[in-house]
């Protein structure tokens, strides 16, 4: 697909069925943001229907991410929408894809910042996704239409994502992972960084847990980022945000939830009664773990977190 590269601005053609345009700098829309960068670049294009707006947040993570991991880029990534956040990411497999499918699920807008061309989609699995984020949201890339994947682009693009955004909130990240440069370029910017804990067991959480011993902000769930950005409470709608603090779990973790009590349970029992692999539950488990509901003791038993057991949980 080739692009009107001498249109300045407007709808030049389309992306998946949505419309395209280059953007030079300067020209009405151009994200403030972007001007806090050394480099600034000197045109992007965009292809979709919601383009970069303000506020937003980077939600950035592992791509070969654990199932915990998917649940809570999920929950922040709707949280985010909810609230009337758009939510940033980089269309990467794993934590990536599941916030901005957070953010499409809980009704809002997302962004993807492109390593590639507006018209490539890496990876090439993730076009259902990219259909998605076109309809709701918006495709950014600095490089010109038909460029291909290659490594050294994603760490420039990871730049855009930090600028375009007030805060980055980093899921799981390993020791060398890709969203702790973004982590760094957001912090050099004056951003906000959070990062969600999690089991020292787990080695995507290494990139994550260190990043809360260096000074990174803590995220267990939206009261930390208005916590971190108060001007977020002013300008998300505030009838979105405060329903967003109170967000219910999805259902199955909400079922979950309600079978683990005050007493310690072992996840064999809560797979027994729930007649699911007792891999999938650990998998909720972490999510909850994460989410601040539950905690594990040794022996691997699990209870409540410190809040009270909801009604119908059973003491054991």
Do not use: Y
Request: glycine share 12%; hydrophobic share 50%; aromatic share 2%.
């Amino acid at each position: 697909m080739t692009l009107d590269l001498a249109c300045a601005w407007g709808p030049v053609t389309e992306v998946g069925g949505a419309p395209a345009w280059l953007m030079a700098r300067g020209d009405p829309g151009w994200p403030a943001g972007l001007e806090h960068l050394v480099d600034v670049p000197a045109r992007l294009w965009l292809a979709g229907r919601h383009p970069p707006r303000a506020p937003a947040v980077a939600v950035v993570g592992a791509r070969r991410a654990t199932l915990g991991g998917l649940e809570v880029a999920h929950r922040i990534g709707s949280e985010l929408a909810s609230a009337g956040i758009q939510v940033i990411s980089g269309m990467a497999r794993g934590i990536d894809a599941a916030a901005h499918r957070g953010a499409v699920d809980g009704g809002g807008t997302t962004v993807a910042v492109l390593g590639t061309g507006i018209d490539v989609c890496h990876p090439a699995g993730n076009l259902p996704l990219r259909d998605r984020i076109l309809a709701h949201g918006c495709l950014v890339a600095e490089d010109p239409p038909g460029t291909d994947a290659a490594a050294f682009r994603f760490p420039r693009r990871n730049r855009l994502i930090a600028a375009l955004s007030v805060a980055v909130v980093v899921v799981e990240a390993a020791e060398r992972s890709g969203a702790l440069i973004t982590a760094r370029l957001a912090a050099d910017l004056g951003r906000e960084v959070l990062a969600v804990p999690g089991s020292l067991l787990n080695d995507r959480s290494v990139g994550t847990n260190r990043l809360l011993r260096d000074g990174a902000g803590v995220w267990l769930g939206l009261e930390d980022l208005i916590g971190a950005v108060p001007r977020l409470a002013d300008r998300a709608p505030r009838q979105r945000m405060a329903e967003a603090t109170g967000a219910p779990l999805d259902p199955p973790l909400a079922r979950l939830l309600e079978l683990i009590g005050t007493d310690p349970v072992h996840p064999d029992q809560l797979a027994a009664e729930l007649a699911k692999p007792a891999q999938a539950v650990a998998a909720q488990l972490s999510a909850l773990e994460l989410l601040g509901e539950v905690r594990t003791l040794p022996g691997g038993l699990v209870v409540r977190a410190s809040k009270a057991a909801a009604p119908g949980a059973r003491d054991r």
